[in-house]
Structures are given as C-alpha cells and as structure tokens.
T-cell receptor, first 115, second 112 residues
C-alpha cells in the first residue's frame, strides 16, 4: 500500500497568514506524529495521536499551533498568524500501536517558508 | 526527561571502512529504540527497531546494539559505500504510549 503522504510539499506564505498542512497516514495505523525540523537541527516533537485517546500536545510551541485528526485517519496541522521562526520542514509519521510493529514511517515532509 | 545524544555530529570515512555511530540516552527505562537515515531534502527512512528486551538487530550490512545499563545504542555499518552518505538519527520511547525522543543525528560522508 501507499506510504505516508503529506501536502503540500512546499508552502510559501507571508508573515501573519494562517497555514494548514495535511498528513495522510498509512491505512490502519493508529498512531500519528507531527515533528518539526529546522535547518540543521534535529527533529522537534510537536503532537502525537494514538487511537481515540486524547492527543499528547506537549510539544506544540505556542497556542498558534493546533492539530486535529479526523476519523482516526487524516490529520491537519494548523499554524495561525505565522511567524518567520515557523519556517521549517514539518514531518508526519505513523505507526501501529506499540509492540513489535512500532516502527515509525515518515512522510516526505512539507517545507514551510514564512516571508 | 529522556535526553538523547548523538556524537559525533559529523563523520567522514573512506569507502570500505566500517562505520560506528553512537546514541546515548539518560533514562535506561526505554521501551524501544529506532535508527533512521535521512537523505538531504527527504523524510526519514527506518533502518532498524530494537525492543527493550533485545540486545541487537541486524539487517544486511547494518547491525544495531542496545545496552540499557550503560544507556547506549550503537549502529554499525560494515564496508561503507558512498550511498551510505546521509544523516543517521536514533529515536526512542520510554513506554508503549508515548512520543519518540530523537537525537540530533550524525551526518555521514563516505568518500570514494
């Protein structure tokens, strides 16, 4: 089957605008993760969805960031009133829930540039 | 809080030499650990996943070991090739329901 897909692949926006980033996980995966990778930096955890449980939002850097996951599948990460420091590659990953099938599969990412 | 460290940040080796990449963590109560490679401008590709009950995993030229008592995992790549040039990251979680904590990665260059 298809891997994790993300759209758009690139997004250029002006400071102050809102953006929405989309992630389509692998079908059947119950866990979904969002990460951010700034130039030359490691991965920064943002948010984690696991089945129907309340998401772990501990990594969201400010209240301008939010995410939802509809029907346990597609997820949207929304950044309101974008700032230049939000420029980064946003990566999404999915996995089965725990156990030996816990391997994370990553999408290609969305490169966000805030002018 | 789990801290994950990868040293060195960058490494250059001639083709054919074995690669040894290190990942250190502060909390020995890990659930599992995963090694990834990332090519420039691309997402992450999973290489190996080690459960906490395992000591090592092997796939082709790759071997990853896990020593919880010393807080270390090592990724060995035998007989390196230019195609192995990439950034290698390790990530771990401390329970079955929790986020992965990533190291900053080691950038590897294998010269022909």
């Amino acid at each position: 089957g298809a891997g994790v897909s993300q759209s758009p692949s690139n997004k250029v926006t002006e400071k102050g605008k809102d953006v929405e980033l989309r992630c389509d996980p692998i079908s059947g995966h119950t866990a979904l993760y969002w990460y951010r990778q700034s130039l030359g930096q490691g991965l920064e955890f943002l948010i984690y969805f696991q089945g129907n449980s309340a998401p772990d939002k501990s990594g969201l850097p400010s209240d301008r960031f939010s995410a939802e996951r509809t029907g346990g599948s597609v997820s949207t990460l929304t950044i309101q009133r974008t700032q230049q420091e939000d420029s980064a590659v946003y990566l999404c990953a999915s996995s089965w829930a725990g156990g030996s099938q816990d391997t994370q599969y990553f999408g290609p990412g969305t490169r966000l540039t805030v002018l | 809080k789990q801290e994950v460290t990868q040293i060195p940040a960058a490494l250059s080796v001639p083709e054919g030499e074995n690669l040894v990449l290190n990942c250190s963590f502060t909390d020995s109560a890990i659930y599992n650990l995963q090694w990834f490679r990332q090519d420039p401008g691309k997402g992450l590709t999973s290489l190996l996943l080690i459960q906490s009950s395992q000591r090592e995993q092997t796939s082709g030229r790759l071997n990853a070991s896990l020593d919880k008592s010393s807080g270390r995992s090592t990724l060995y790549i035998a007989a390196s090739q230019p195609g192995d040039s990439a950034t290698y990251l390790c990530a771990m979680r401390t329970d079955s329901w929790g986020k992965f904590q990533f190291g900053a990665g080691t950038q590897v260059v294998v010269t022909p």
